[in-house]
């Protein structure tokens, strides 16, 4: 039999880069005055994915992560990511570990 | 003078309400095996809206992104939101208090 699997669930945050320009952030910001919203700076918009990864312990688990993020969820000259640990259950019994 | 005020940072974590299709999502999924990642499941793709909020105290820091997030930055009928507080710090002299 294989090792015993757990089911780890996390979050990818993806944000573009200091300096580097946001449209849909400064949209976001120009739409303020028409909502009566004053006092807000800063707006950056990104993306955040969750999602699931069955693995045999949290360390691999997260590497897989961390790969998913870097090679496909962010584009790294323009945007960066932090992952995020949202929890863990064991896994079901026939599911299959992270390869 | 004013209310002394502060700056909170947040962020709106807005995702696909659960049994809302997310063709992002299966995007992502598809993608997997071509990146040779097994183990990977039930990937969700959403926003993440930073910003900051100047305001007198938290709970009207709080209100305000709430009020952002239900009517400019989320669609109530197909996704949710989380409002995260990333922390504050003092104003800077001369800035204006949210209204």
Same mark, same amino acid.
């Given at each position: 039999?294989?090792?015993?699997? *757990? ?22 910001? *120009? ?12 707006? *950056?918009?990104g993306r955040r994915v ?7 312990d949290a360390e691999a ?39």
């Amino acid at each position: 039999m294989s090792e015993p699997t *757990r089911v780890y669930r996390f979050a990818v945050n993806v944000t573009p880069k200091p300096g580097i320009l946001d449209p849909q952030g400064k949209a976001v910001e *120009r739409s303020l005055p028409h909502l009566g919203i004053a006092g807000v700076t800063g707006v *950056r918009v990104g993306r955040r994915v969750e999602l699931a990864v069955t693995a045999t312990d949290a360390e691999a688990a997260r590497a897989i992560v961390a790969r998913l993020a870097g090679e496909l969820l962010s584009n790294p000259l323009m945007e960066q990511y932090e992952v995020e640990a949202l929890g863990e259950t064991p896994a079901p019994a026939g599911a299959g570990a992270a390869g």
